[in-house]
């Protein structure tokens, strides 16, 4: 039987908010460090793995909090949606460096060690953000600086993708360099959601 808490569990919920924002910033500064060095950095793949499953972690412990909670800090379905996103950074850095890794890629393309540190930048700015979530703290600089990297993180797989196609490779290299671009991009747009959340988290709590 499911006991529930009358008791609004405030520090629980933002403190779980903040753990899930700095794994997801701490995933992307591991996928800059295997860009920028690989193949060496082979061994940043494991990291990543275990950042993602910890990402995982935190998202279950949320849903279960919210299970066991009957009046939540806000809105609960907010909670739901900004775990959600958070994890979902996770989840495109992880596929992006496991392709790297199945496809046997040999050299990195300038352009995406670029995407690389616009997510971690992006990160950054996310996780500044949620910490400012426990009372309602002004986080538009953070969340205008969001929208401002998924802008260029756009850019930037615009221009990889064109890249690609005037590099003479073999068309399986392009493909290839192609989806991880892409998944790259999925990253990136993934924090761009989360300020979503978080603004409307903001204005529905003023």
């Known amino acids: ?20 924002a700095a794994n997801a910033r701490g ?60 994890d979902d950074i996770c989840d495109f850095v992880v596929e992006a460096a496991d392709n790297i890794d199945a496809y046997e890629v040999r050299d990195v393309p300038a352009r995406a060690r670029e995407q690389a540190d616009v997510i971690f930048r992006a990160a950054g700015h996310l996780c500044q953000a949620v910490a400012l979530l426990d009372g309602f703290g002004d986080a538009q600089r953070h969340l205008f600086a969001l929208r401002e990297l998924e802008d260029e993180g756009d850019r930037l797989s615009r221009e990889a993708v064109a890249d690609l ?42």
């Open 1 to 20: 039987m499911v006991r529930f808490r009358l008791k609004p569990q405030k520090h629980e919920f933002f403190d779980l908010l903040n753990q899930a």
């Open 27 to 86: 995933i992307s500064g591991l996928l800059v460090e295997l860009l920028e060095a690989w193949p060496e950095s082979r061994e940043r793949l494991r990291d990543i793995r275990e950042a993602e499953n910890e990402g995982d972690r935190l998202t279950h412990e949320v849903i279960n909090l919210l299970n066991r909670t009957f009046v939540t800090p806000i809105d609960r379905d907010d909670i739901y949606r900004l775990a959600s996103v958070i």
């Open 165 to 206: 196609f005037r590099s003479g490779q073999d068309p399986l290299t392009i493909i290839r360099w192609k989806d991880i671009h892409q998944q790259l991009e999925e990253a990136t747009n993934a924090c761009e959601n989360a300020a979503d959340v978080l603004e409307a988290i903001l204005v529905k709590n003023r």
